[in-house]
């Protein structure tokens, strides 16, 4: 049987979308840099090295309206990346269709994010 998607509460347009996500979400939507980001003008510079330390595993495809996230099947692993010599545990990846940002004011068809957390816990 296959899982009934449910309709959002936000939307990349219209009553729902971008313009008014500050309302439906003040606590998630309070910052200045909040989605949706316009990368047209993202400046190149220097970083330091990214290090990958990734495991082949099992995985576990999870859909909503807009997302398609891909979770661990376990998560005992060391999956991981570091930068700028502090470890961040891999958490998930997630697809968004369209696109969560911009590019020259243009929505791509999709967009991926790699999710980690910080030494702490926090993503």
């Known amino acids: 049987?296959?899982?009934?998607?449910?309709?959002?509460?936000?939307?990349?347009?219209?009553?729902?979308g971008p313009d008014r996500w500050h309302e439906l979400y003040p606590i998630a939507c309070s910052g200045e840099r909040q989605s949706p980001v316009e990368l047209g003008g993202a400046l190149s510079s220097p970083l330091p090295p990214l290090c990958l330390d990734y495991k082949g595993r099992s995985f576990k495809a999870v859909r909503d309206f807009y997302t398609l996230a891909i979770f661990p099947e376990s998560a005992n692993t060391a999956d991981s990346l570091q930068l700028d010599g502090v470890e961040y545990s891999f958490n998930h990846i997630h697809f968004h269709t369209p696109a969560e940002h911009t590019v020259s004011e243009g929505v791509l068809p999709m967009e991926m994010h790699l999710v980690h957390n910080t030494p702490a816990g926090a993503m």
């Open 1 to 16: 049987m296959k899982k009934k998607i449910e309709t959002p509460d936000w939307s990349y347009e219209g009553e729902y």
